[in-house]
């Protein structure tokens, strides 16, 4: 019945069949039936299902450790992966505390889909930080809203707009950088979470805030998003803060009838 | 851990600007796809959607 699950593509490169044994147990328990019911429930097809299964399937091999402190993860990196390390690295270097929210969260902990932006959060900036950010950041990527540094400034980042920025001469995918507006963003600034991705140091949104914001954002993507990242990291997160969003953003029948 | 206060109507109008954003953004692109080689601009959808 789960032959396919063990079909070679899933397993990764190195795994010996005693790992992949050992973990058989774990993964039918844990992964296959949940998540055949859930997607049975929303009437997915078997080839979703398939996709789903598998990803979940890759995160239990893979190597990834969640302690209070940080998030360690080590896979293959896609270029999404290697963009946003990239691009995060030049944030470190001046000394900008940023934080990444949204569907790239998603990507980073193994779902299939893709996504032509990267959101971020930057901590409120005066303009002569912003202007060293912006002269480090234009060695390498171009702004796509505009090439003046008081502009962005003044006339995105001042009045609550993202500024978008991407490789030298491309225009996806991009970066969307923006200040925390509202006191959620402020708090998920303040609160990020530390991941350490093949060793290279990112700062994520606070799974127990996104899980509930992917809800209440609420498209089917977004659910499957939250979903995703619930199955992979049930046992592990704060299910009292997760329930206090969840409380506060007005989606606990939501997050009770898709993704619990 | 203090978790902040949520103004759900905020929350909204945020998300409603972040589409409104979104479609400014898209257009943009199409602009720029109008006016870019294929290979170009096929080249760089490749890094997102392979």
Known sequence: MFYWLFERETIPAGHSEKKFLDVKHQIIRRVSFPAREVAAKNKKCEKCIKRHINTLIFFLIMDVDYSSASIKINKVLNQLDRFTIDFCSMLEEANIKYVLISGYISILFGRNRSSEDIDLIIEDLNFDRFLSLWNILLKKYDCLNTKNAKKAYQDYLLTKHAIRFSKKKEFIPNIEMKFPKIELELWVVKNRRKVFLNGKKLYISPLELQIPFKLFLGSEKDIEDAKHLYELFKDNLDKVLLNEFNRKLKITDIFNRYVK | ?50
């Open chain 2, 1 to 50: 851990m203090k978790t902040p206060e949520i103004n759900l109507e905020e929350l909204k109008k945020i998300k409603e600007e972040n589409f409104k954003e979104r479609m400014e953004f898209i257009k943009k692109y199409a602009d720029w796809q109008k006016k870019t080689s294929n290979k170009k601009w096929s080249t760089q959808q490749g890094k997102v959607i392979n």
